[in-house]
């Protein structure tokens, strides 16, 4: 990526949603401009784990004015996270609809360990790089507004990530009512963050790291309390914190908190927060914790760089590690590749070379990583292997996806056969009808697991929402039982509401 280029993130957290621009200068970022929303929509879900209005409107309100920030930027060169309370929200894709259109972009809401991952990127990425810092064993925390992220590093390589759903703002809300610090308050938050995070006891024991980071909201506000009243700069240790509890305890509630260095916006959740930070020190023995300047919205960022033509995509790593693990036949999810790919380009001659740069080249990448894993469902049974493949894509791990990217490729995976109902709500999509197409007729044309003839047909739109499909002379003839499985395919198509296939020469 050429010197200069400006990149933009968006991190719609359960507190605040940040926008963080930053400029490319020799492989690193350096801020430009950073505008940050106190929206709490953690606080905004109701009783049925559904966003109010008032919460959407307020998301929608913040994201407009990031939205106006960063017109003129290319999609390439933005991307928009959301969190644990989109994670959470059962009406998410009412917010999301009006929320990409709002902002300008796609949103991406990322899975826990996902967010735990660029976390770590975010703080390893503003760390200094030394041989003795790239030694250290890091465990870094975030406590964010319903999530909390745990993950053990080295370098720039996060080796244990996980997400928990205890937060600032969801403790508020819990043990904190009407914003009243009490004894009897800090002990039961205390407690019952101990018995969320008691997993992490096993994983993340003492002799495991060596030096604790702590990232972003609680964690800054707390080391801003302390340094105001005379700590160690970026400093949070035990006694620190017992200072801070006895600080707000003498206030007794929010409303009456005076204290340098806090923002009027964090004391609401401050309670809720320090309690959670309180227990990951008890349970994993910390005595101090370093204050570190990066954070997911940092993460985010060099994503976005080392995505960037001629630097290896994670989410290829990812995909192939994916295949190893369900046994796919890597020879089949070749071949179903390149034929699927071969038949898209027709259709779409500007995704030639897969560009990440371009929106065709990138739909290009995601099909050929739904060919690579079409058949992962294999491992649990051959019998409709195609439905649990989608099942297994929109339950796993899968670093470097967001939750909407693994459904998409899930959606591919599910469609690859059979009707094509159980998908009509995405047929309104042309980019992804074009994948669906030319990946249902790779599977086809490979269905006997040996290299088809690349000449074997001629795809192409033909108008709106109509395709046709050209065999080569003598090839049906050649190969009868694919002929026929094109014809059912054609009739396939003609069940749905809204597209048409026609063949010929078949």
């Given amino acids: 990526m050429q010197n200069g280029t400006r990149l933009a993130a968006v991190d719609l957290g359960s ?8 400029q490319v200068d020799h492989g690193q970022i350096h801020r430009t401009e950073y505008l940050k929303e106190t929206v709490r929509q953690g606080n905004g879900l109701d009783s049925a784990r559904n966003l109010t209005p008032e919460a959407m409107q307020r998301g929608w309100d913040a994201l407009a004015r990031f939205g106006e920030r960063l017109a003129g930027f290319k999609r390439s060169q933005v991307r928009a996270v959301a969190t644990q309370t989109l994670r959470e929200a059962r009406n998410r894709e009412e917010f999301l609809l009006r929320a990409r259109t709002i902002l300008g972009f796609g949103i991406d809401v990322i899975p826990g360990r996902e967010e735990a991952r660029l976390i770590y990127q975010g703080v390893a990425h503003m760390l200094p790089h030394t041989d003795a810092s790239d030694r250290e064993r890091r465990l870094v925390l975030d406590i964010g507004g319903r999530s909390t992220e745990m993950i053990i590093g080295r370098a720039l390589e996060a080796e244990l990530m996980e997400s928990y759903r205890v937060g600032s703002v969801a403790w508020s809300m819990k043990h904190f009512a009407e914003g009243l610090f009490t004894p009897a308050a800090f002990r039961a938050a205390e407690v019952a963050a101990k018995a969320v995070l008691d997993d992490a006891l ?8 060596d030096v604790a980071y702590g990232a972003s909201g ?25 200072w801070l509890v006895d600080r707000l305890l003498k206030a007794g509630s929010a409303d009456k908190l005076r204290i ?3 923002r009027e916006d964090r004391k609401p959740v401050i309670g809720g927060g320090v309690s959670v930070l309180r227990a990951v020190f008890d349970l994993l023995g910390i005595e101090e914790m370093k204050v570190a300047q990066g954070a997911l919205r940092h993460g985010v960022l060099y994503e976005l760089l080392e995505r960037d033509e001629g630097v290896a995509d994670l989410r290829t790593a990812t995909v192939a590690r994916l295949a190893s693990r369900f046994s796919v036949d890597a020879a089949q999810a070749r071949r179903v590749g390149e034929t699927a790919a071969a038949l898209f380009v027709q259709l779409t001659p500007a995704a030639r070379g897969g560009s990440a740069i371009s929106r065709a080249g990138r739909a290009l990448r995601k099909l050929g990583w739904a060919a690579q894993l079409h058949e992962i469902g294999t491992l649990v049974s051959h019998s409709d292997y195609h439905k649990h493949g989608a099942y297994i894509l929109d339950n796993t791990d899968a670093p470097g996806f967001a939750v909407n990217e693994l459904h998409a490729l899930g959606q591919l995976v599910l469609g690859q056969r059979g009707k094509l109902r159980k998908l009509e709500s995405a047929l309104d999509d042309e980019t992804f009808v074009m994948q669906l197409l030319s990946l249902r007729l790779a599977v086809i044309l490979c269905h006997a697991r040996r290299d088809p003839d690349p000449q074997a047909l001629h795809l192409a739109a033909l108008g709106a929402r ?16 694919s002929a026929h499985l094109l014809r059912e395919e054609v009739l ?13 020469g078949a």
């Fill in 15 to 22: 507190n605040s949603f940040r926008l963080e621009i930053g």
């Fill in 202 to 209: 096993s994983s993340y024991t003492r002799d495991q790291w």
């Fill in 218 to 242: 609680t964690i800054g506000a707390v080391g801003d309390v302390l340094a105001a009243a005379g700590g160690e700069p970026g400093l949070i240790t035990r006694d620190g914190l017992d």
């Fill in 260 to 262: 340098d260095g806090m």
């Fill in 466 to 481: 109509a395709f046709t499909i050209v065999c080569a002379p003598d090839w049906a003839d050649a190969y009868p039982q």
């Fill in 492 to 504: 396939a198509w003609q069940k749905t509401s809204s597209w048409r296939v026609e063949l010929s």
